[in-house]
């Protein structure tokens, strides 16, 4: 159902005027409905949003994404007020993930690094040496030498481009995402039969017979830059609808077709980042609850991985 023109724009105000008397700062994910993006202080993809938290000087945080996300903030933020729209918001990515069984594969594997995308719990995050977002998968591994075993957690589709693109054989974990992993062949190969001249970008979630057939690969940010520079007039899009917004909004000449969850919907939505609403981001301000709150203890051993993959994204940064 397509949400009330007026309600929202009454909402945005409201929102907007509060966050002006709290101090506070509005960080949403590519993947959110497009009237919050639209009033976001910053929108961009996860190690976007990770750098921004960091960042901010703004006594709170409102951050519209998903439970791991607003977990990020709050970790990089100890002494900030954290809140999200909806406590609900988690991920299914994340939960492929339990902390106990991790905990034994790791310790199965010794000797192993062990890097962990950031689609995971605080407590997969202290048990990691380092974290990497799909903007920087490719770097971080590489900044380890080739003769380095690693573990790759969680998300097997992602690990497995990676493996592909660097020539490393890291041990995978067996997670995925349910948004990307949905995606067939089939709807794909629909979809270039209706518009032979779309070209196909796919984020490197998507299973690899998906990612074999696409002209680019990349991460939300990174799809969205190819689709500005790039001379293709259409693109069929592999990933969550959201992205959609920025991209028509970016490139209005343009046409966009995302791959379809099914057949009964011209969509692909993530049923997490859409339990944000304008209604749920205002009250939460106003309320300033939902908060995100945690021990001081996992907060300190879930901080150092991050930091260590922002501080290598950096060099990797001034070297370039």
């Not at 007020?81 to 106990?100: F, Q, R, T």
């Not at 905990?103 to 995971?120: E, L, M, Q, R, T």
């Not at 605080?122 to 998968?137: E, F, G, L, P």
């Not at 075993?149 to 660097?166: H, S």
Request: glycine share 4%; aromatic share 6%.
């Amino acid at each position: 159902m397509e949400p009330d023109i007026n309600s929202t724009r009454i909402f945005a105000e409201k929102f907007l005027a509060l966050k002006k008397e709290k101090k506070a700062v509005l960080l949403a994910h590519f993947y959110q409905v497009p009237e919050i993006q639209d009033i976001a202080d910053y929108v961009g993809d996860s190690l976007g949003l990770s750098q921004q938290a960091r960042q901010t000087e703004a006594e709170v945080i409102v951050f519209a994404g998903v439970h791991f996300m607003a977990e990020t903030a709050k970790i990089l933020n100890p002494e900030k007020k954290v809140l999200i729209p909806d406590m609900g918001a988690g991920c299914s990515l994340a939960d492929s993930c339990p902390p106990e069984t991790f905990k034994k594969f790791v310790d199965a594997h010794p000797g192993h690094v062990s890097i962990s995308y950031i689609n995971c719990s605080a407590a997969i995050k202290a048990m990691s040496d380092v974290i990497c977002t799909s903007s920087n998968a490719v770097s971080i591994v590489e900044s380890f030498p080739a003769e380095q075993p690693i573990i790759f957690a969680p998300d097997k589709n992602l690990g497995a481009w990676v493996n592909q693109v660097t020539g490393r054989n890291m041990v995978l974990w067996e997670g995925s995402c349910e948004v990307h992993e949905i995606l067939t062949t089939e709807s794909i190969i629909k979809l270039k039969i209706e518009h032979p001249e779309a070209q196909l970008i796919a984020h490197p979630e998507c299973k690899a017979p998906v990612l074999a057939l696409a002209d680019f690969i990349g991460s939300t940010t990174a799809l969205l830059d190819y689709t500005s520079r790039s001379k293709a007039t259409a693109f069929i899009v592999a990933t969550e609808t959201g992205i959609l917004h920025r991209m028509k909004k970016n490139n209005p000449e343009k046409n966009f077709y995302i791959v379809p969850a099914d057949e009964n919907c011209a969509c692909n939505d993530c049923p997490y980042m859409k339990m944000n609403t304008i209604q749920k981001l205002y009250l939460c301000l106003k309320n300033e609850r939902p908060e995100i709150l945690m021990d001081t203890e996992l907060i300190s051993k879930a901080a150092k991985p991050i930091l260590k993959m922002l501080e290598i994204s950096e060099r990797i940064k001034l070297i370039k």
